[in-house]
């Protein structure tokens, strides 16, 4: 089976994992993982609908290999479909060792976001290239 690519696009976020997102194993917390891809996620659909964002599902999620601590985490997100108040992300983890270019997908899902107002009330999504927000 051929190893997929990364993203050619920047990835929306990079952070390290660390210590204390580990568990008894030594494998860092697929919660920790999920909240970076939640991170990514809103922060796409924000920038999207111009404003706030609420997660409201997360679906087909898919963890495929092991963090370990000191690896580069990216994260990148890819809207799939926008909705009158909301939108859909793909989000795909990928991870760098600390002393190594091999990089490789260890997570990916798929999130929805609903815009929201200043009541968090849902709003509709601006269309795409409009100055509303």
């Not at 994260?75 to 190594?100: C, F, K, M, N, P």
Request: proline share 8%; charged share 25%; glycine share 8%.
């Amino acid at each position: 089976m051929k190893t997929p690519l990364p993203p050619e696009a920047a990835p929306l976020i990079r952070t390290i994992a660390m210590p204390g997102d580990t568990n008894p194993a030594g494998d860092i917390f697929g919660g920790w993982l999920m909240a970076q891809m939640d991170l990514a996620a809103g922060n796409a659909a924000a920038r999207r609908a111009r404003g706030r964002c609420a997660t409201v599902a997360v679906e087909a999620i898919s963890f495929h290999s092991p963090v370990k601590v000191g690896d580069e985490v990216s994260l990148y997100a890819q809207i799939l479909s926008v909705g009158r108040t909301s939108l859909r992300i793909r989000v795909e983890a990928w991870r760098r060792e600390r002393h190594s270019e091999d990089r490789n997908r260890v997570t990916e899902a798929v999130f929805t976001f609903v815009a929201l107002d200043d009541e968090g009330r849902p709003r509709p999504v601006p269309a795409e290239g409009s100055d509303a927000g």
